[in-house]
């Protein structure tokens, strides 16, 4: 079966963006031109994606209203003759069917995946994290896909990461299968260094079948109190065989102040109307800063 439904949560405080992320949700943080989300639905719609679930919280009626028509700026542009930009927005609201539900507690990504269960049904379904932009020729999620399609089971996004950063991570134990793919036999949620199985993280990108919603309807609360999706993957582990896909692409964390300043830069520099003023601004405090 096809995957054409993927589900975005996207109801978290983003408290690590504060106090830019007091009415403004973190999804909506713009890099560049563009929201942070926008990015990661692009990269679904890319993938072959028709339909997706935004499991919201309170606070979060921007993402709604940017997803959806304005009439009265539509007008204003069509007004002013500014064609190009009329396109873009009108683009944004026709790329994808999108609905939305509401995650009325924060009880963690297992219990936000859960609350897609209806509109999932009985479907193989994508999951993607807006933290997580992710460049590459090819989209992260294409990539995952084609996983899929080849062993027709669950996939996870994969990562080498420097091991003193594994604790931030879900991380897995798991057998080479062929380039960049594998077939993971255990996975640990944010391991201390000494206790984690391997330095492959566990990224925002899932391939996954409805066999995950009866698990994660009796998980117990995991790590930081919270259901944790790493979890009841898991225990899916015991009756079918996960699988994992070491993306090509540049991953920039955006959840992470320090990530998205990065991704700020190396987005600007692959711009053709930013990268040589842009490049010659950072050469000359470059050399500012070296004296």
Not at 17 to 34: G, H, N, Q, R, V
Not at 111 to 139: Q, S, T, Y
Not at 218 to 235: F, N, R, S, V
């Amino acid at each position: 079966m096809l995957v054409k439904k993927a589900v975005f949560p996207v109801a978290g405080l983003g408290t690590r963006f504060l106090p830019a992320t007091k009415s403004t949700p973190k999804e909506m943080l713009p890099l560049i031109d563009k929201p942070l989300v926008q990015y990661v639905v692009e990269e679904a719609v890319a993938s072959g994606i028709e339909q997706i679930l935004f499991v919201t919280g309170r606070s979060k009626r921007a993402i709604e209203d940017h997803f959806d028509i304005s009439f009265e700026l539509e007008s204003l542009l069509y007004d002013k003759g500014k064609d190009a930009e009329l396109s873009q927005v009108r683009d944004i609201a026709e790329m994808v069917n999108i609905f939305y539900v509401r995650q009325k507690q924060a009880l963690g990504l297992g219990h936000a995946i859960l609350c897609a269960k209806e509109f999932i049904g009985n479907e193989p379904f994508a999951v993607l994290l807006g933290d997580d932009i992710i460049d590459g020729k090819k989209p992260c999620l294409g990539q995952l896909l084609d996983v899929y399609r080849k062993y027709r089971g669950p996939v996870l996004a994969l990562e080498r990461v420097p091991m003193e950063n594994i604790s931030s991570y879900g991380c897995v134990a798991a057998n080479t299968i062929s380039d960049r793919v594998y077939e993971v036999v255990d996975m640990v949620e944010k391991p201390k260094q000494e206790d984690a199985p391997s330095d492959l993280a566990i990224i925002g990108r899932y391939i996954l079948t409805p066999d995950i919603f009866p698990i994660l309807e009796k998980q117990e609360p995991g790590k930081g109190g919270e259901i944790q999706l790493t979890d009841a993957i898991k225990t899916l582990a015991r009756d079918e065989a996960i699988y994992g896909c070491r993306f090509e692409g540049i991953r920039h964390d955006c959840g992470d102040k320090l990530g998205f300043l990065k991704a700020t830069v190396d987005m600007a520099l692959k711009r053709e109307e930013f990268n040589g003023d842009f490049e010659k601004f950072l050469r000359e405090r470059l050399d500012c800063i070296k004296g």
